[in-house]
């Protein structure tokens, strides 16, 4: 086999490739590439399991970041078992025809109890008293602890949530190529979401952003030089273009002022109960899937969200076979924001009632997905003040929680999910094996066969 390597830059577009990237840049240059035309969804979990698979969300099921446990009737978002994945991967094929492949995942999700030889993915620890500890989740279980007695705990907060940085993507970065020096497995995945934050938090200002370019072109050019060092194929791809974003849209609170949510009140705060609903939103970006208790009122949610400012398209029945979408775990309705517009989860219609958890980074509790779990209040002078008291007094043995994260919706400046229209702003595929890529634009489910060309002409 030709050893090869899939680095996963989170976020890389055309667009975004040149003058303050100038390693990939020079990759492009003497590689082959091509635009990957978006899936919808076109968020983290389902393009990633269209690209190991080769099939759509409407085959290996896995139709956003999260969905609705219809038989636990809660939400969940960023679960972990490959077994969520309902089709082979590449390297369960692979592992079928050639007995002796071996396959390493770095951070590439669902990546617990897969068949891969070698995975790491983060784990935090969750302590009796409440503390959650940074750590990670590998097989062989060794692996975890050589990879942190070599690199140090891993930055997990770093890695979401306010204080994020290049460190993590440093982080995962180094833990594949000391996987690489000890086992040189076949085939290896790495994940590098650094470009994911600060272009969600600004949008496209390269005034801003340059920085953030800069400094995940140095990891990629460390990793890149070590592989093609080794006479590697090199494969750089993303899952999606992230876009400008001003307009975010609160579609609970549209279905809660129509009777549709469920609400409980405890302690003075309001929580969603989404098995009593007879219809609430699971909101992912730029998409969000509405389940409907009864079929019947499916036609009149959709003519109450058509209206809205900011809908851009309101799928259901055929038009979810026509997306590749359509699967048990889908909504009976699937919302798509236009190019301005992102979806919240938000749900209360007070801000004094809005639930704990809205104000904490807390991506297990919280119904849908939250980006505003990446900032801090700009108009709180305070805030840091109020982050040290708040670890001093765990460090104390006091139990506190960091409340911190803001409640609005506005301070989002990009968002992806939604199909955008210009090719700039597709997710792209680059190949150091010239010949590689023979097309301008390829589907999603054309990248699997791609990896395994790579490894097998």
């Known amino acids: 086999m030709n050893k090869t390597v899939v680095v996963n830059v989170v976020g890389l577009t055309k667009r975004l490739i040149g003058e303050h990237t100038p390693f990939i840049k ?32 409407s085959e290996h099921g896995v139709v956003g970041n999260g969905w609705y446990f219809k038989d636990e009737c809660e939400v969940k978002f960023w679960r972990q078992s490959n077994k969520l994945v309902q089709q082979n991967k590449i390297w ?193 970006h730029q998409i969000a899937h509405i389940y409907c208790k009864h079929l019947e009122s499916i036609q009149k949610i959709v003519d109450l969200i058509t209206p809205l400012e900011g809908v851009e398209k309101v799928l259901y029945g055929a038009a979810l076979d026509e997306y590749h979408i359509a699967h048990e775990r889908c909504g009976d309705i699937v919302v798509v924001a236009d190019n301005n517009s992102w979806f919240t989860y938000y749900f209360w219609l007070d801000d004094a009632k809005a639930p704990d958890y809205a104000r904490m980074v807390d991506i297990h509790k919280k119904p849908g997905y939250d980006p505003v779990e990446m900032l801090t209040d700009p108009k709180d002078k305070l805030v840091m003040a109020k982050v040290v008291g708040k670890l001093l007094k765990k460090k104390l043995g006091f139990r506190t929680v960091m409340d911190i994260i803001p409640i609005d919706a506005t301070l989002i400046k990009g968002s992806h ?16 094996y010239k010949t590689a890529v023979k097309k301008e634009s390829i589907t999603a489910i054309e990248v699997r066969d791609l990896i395994e060309d790579h490894l097998l002409n």
């Open 26 to 57: 020079s990759f492009l240059e003497r590689g082959s590439a091509s635009y990957i035309q978006p899936i919808l969804p076109a968020v983290t979990c389902s393009v990633q399991s269209t690209y190991v698979t080769g099939k759509w969300p």
């Open 417 to 432: 999910g939604r199909i955008t229209e210009d090719q700039e702003d597709f997710p792209i595929f680059i190949s150091n």
């Open 92 to 284: 369960d094929d692979l592992k079928a025809k050639h007995p002796d492949f071996t396959c390493a995942n770095h951070f590439w999700w669902y990546n617990m109890y897969s068949n891969v030889d070698f995975s790491i993915t983060p784990r935090p620890n969750y302590l009796a008293d409440g503390r959650k500890i940074p750590d990670i989740y590998s097989h062989p279980a060794a692996l975890r602890d050589k990879m942190q007695a070599t690199l140090g705990t891993f930055p997990l907060f770093e890695f979401w949530g306010p204080k994020t940085t290049i460190n993590s993507s440093k982080w995962i970065a180094n833990a594949a190529l000391l996987t690489d020096k000890e086992h040189n497995p076949d085939l290896t995945f790495i994940y590098l979401p650094h470009l994911d934050y600060n272009l969600q938090r600004y949008g496209l200002d390269f005034s801003i952003i340059a920085k953030d370019l800069l400094e995940i072109d140095t990891v990629v050019k460390d990793v890149v030089l070590h592989y093609e060092a080794l006479g590697a194929n090199v494969i750089i791809l993303s899952e999606y273009g992230i876009t400008n974003v001003n307009r975010p849209i609160h579609l609970n609170r549209v279905l809660r002022k129509a009777g549709y949510l469920a609400i409980r009140e405890e302690r003075g705060l309001e929580l969603l109960d989404a098995g009593a609903s007879n219809a609430f939103a699971v909101a992912d």
